[in-house]
């Protein structure tokens, strides 16, 4: 198993441009997630998905969006880049909750940089 | 509710104990831990569910407080191997889809 493969590695953008990060997931996992990430400041959820057709906002949604067609791919969209989103985005991938909790599993990160 | 981490930062010497801390003001129902090092995905550690359980891998243990909504990482006898970014995740009674992470703690081990 890949577990969960995010493309881009790195990339940079000029403010105004759009772009796609790409994340799919080989585990079977309903729910998937992105995070950003910035010096200091931990994880903080953009999206999220329970499931394919399903979507929702975490705590940072401005500025992004999502789709999430299939089980596998859970794609973030940015429109109109701009410098304060310059960070470092992790999807990642979990079964449901459950009596155990849900052990998250991140993707290797996307370094993304607007100039 | 981010949940509070504590401290910031550490450093130790190989062979050296650490505590870090994760607080939440909000009842919980589990507490996440995870590892990342730098340029690095975070790495899952382990889980601590509800009812004040201990668990250890290796010489990293962990408790959780459900009175307190507080849960301890506790590294023993520490190796070079440990420095990274120590992040808990917070999930709130009732279950949830979503974790809430803490800002981290940078634990540093020097020869």
């Known amino acids: 198993n890949a577990g969960v493969t995010q493309t881009p590695k790195f990339r940079i953008l000029k403010i105004g441009q759009s772009m796609t990060l790409q994340c799919a997931q080989d585990?079977?996992?309903?729910?998937m997630y992105w995070y950003r990430q910035d010096p200091g400041m931990g994880l903080k959820l953009i999206y999220y998905?329970?499931?394919?057709?399903?979507?929702d906002k975490g705590e940072v949604p401005n500025g992004y969006n999502v789709s999430r067609s299939t089980t596998e791919d859970f794609p973030l969209r940015l429109e109109l880049a701009a410098p304060s989103q310059t960070s470092v985005y992790f999807c990642?991938?979990?079964?449901?909750?459950?009596?155990?909790?849900?052990?998250?599993?991140f993707g290797e990160g996307s370094w993304l940089t607007v100039v | 509710q981010q949940p509070v981490q504590s401290p910031q930062a550490v450093i130790l010497r190989e062979g050296e104990d650490a505590v870090i801390n994760c607080s939440s003001s909000?009842?919980?129902?589990?507490v996440h831990w995870y590892r990342q090092k730098h340029g690095e995905a975070p790495i899952f550690l382990m889980i601590?569910?509800?009812?004040?359980e201990q668990k250890g891998h290796d010489k990293i243990s962990a408790s959780f407080n459900e009175k307190k909504q507080q849960s301890s990482l506790y590294l023993t006898a520490s190796q070079l191997s440990y420095s990274g970014t120590y992040f808990c995740?917070?999930?709130?009674?009732?279950?949830?889809?979503?974790?809430?992470f803490g800002k981290g703690t940078k634990l540093t081990v020097n020869p």
């Open positions: 909000k009842a919980l129902y589990s």
């Open positions: 990642a991938s979990s079964y449901p909750p459950g009596p155990r909790g849900n052990t998250i599993y």
């Open positions: 585990m079977n996992h309903n729910y």
């Open positions: 601590l569910l509800k009812g004040g």
């Open positions: 995740g917070t999930e709130p009674e009732g279950g949830s889809e979503k974790l809430v």
């Open positions: 998905s329970v499931g394919a057709g399903i979507t």
